[in-house]
């Protein structure tokens, strides 16, 4: 089994570490977060370090993920990408048991997609992106990197979501729609 290390102890990364055990794919050694919570416990898994003392978990054995959430912007998140990326960290990909996702369907490394989601033939997904429980993206869509498709959000065929955007709790994308970069769509809108 797999080891791997989360960064981010709050709410997003109960959910994750629920997937991850699920799976079965790896083993939980601990979590990253701030530094007055090194010591405390997240669902049982220690919170052994801060962002200061990364370097010292990265090796060819153990895998990060990173479960910081992403609302308002993802600019910790891409932080956190970038400088995992540029010390030759390896980064897990984690799709839930629970998810469908068509075997014609890319994820990019650091995503994580949640229970019921469901990833069309043709979708790709980028980098460090969070697709959320009940999301559906369907055939063709382009998710970019470092970006949150949230709770029941729908993206219809066709449609680009641009890097770093966020499309909220039940919005819809109307099909073949273009999002740009860093857009924020709130919650149970439509996006056409």
């Known amino acids: 089994m797999k080891r791997i290390f989360l960064i981010g102890a709050g709410g997003h990364a109960k959910s994750c570490i629920d997937v991850i055990e699920r799976q079965g794919e790896y083993r939980i050694e601990g979590l990253i977060d701030k530094r007055d919570r090194i010591g405390e416990a997240l669902l049982g898994y ?21 479960t910081i959430g992403q609302i308002k912007s993802s600019l910790r998140r891409e932080e956190l990408f970038k400088l995992l990326l540029s010390k030759n960290a390896k980064f897990a990909s984690v799709v839930s048991l629970d998810a469908y996702v068509s075997k014609h369907a890319e994820i990019g490394i650091g995503t994580v997609v949640m229970a019921g989601a469901i990833v069309n033939a043709g979708a790709r ?3 460090n992106c969070i697709i959320n429980t009940r999301a559906i993206l369907e055939h063709d869509v382009v998710v970019g990197d470092n970006s949150h498709i949230s709770t029941g959000a ?12 966020f499309v909220g709790s039940n919005s819809t994308v109307v099909q073949g729609v273009s999002i740009p970069k860093r857009s924020f769509i709130k919650a149970g809108s439509l996006a056409k």
């Open 46 to 66: 220690p919170i052994l370090a801060d962002d200061d003392n990364i370097d010292s978990l990265i090796s060819d054995e153990n895998y990060f993920l990173i």
């Open 125 to 127: 997904i980028g980098r």
């Open 154 to 165: 729908i993206v219809n065929g066709g449609s680009e979501i641009g890097e770093c955007s």
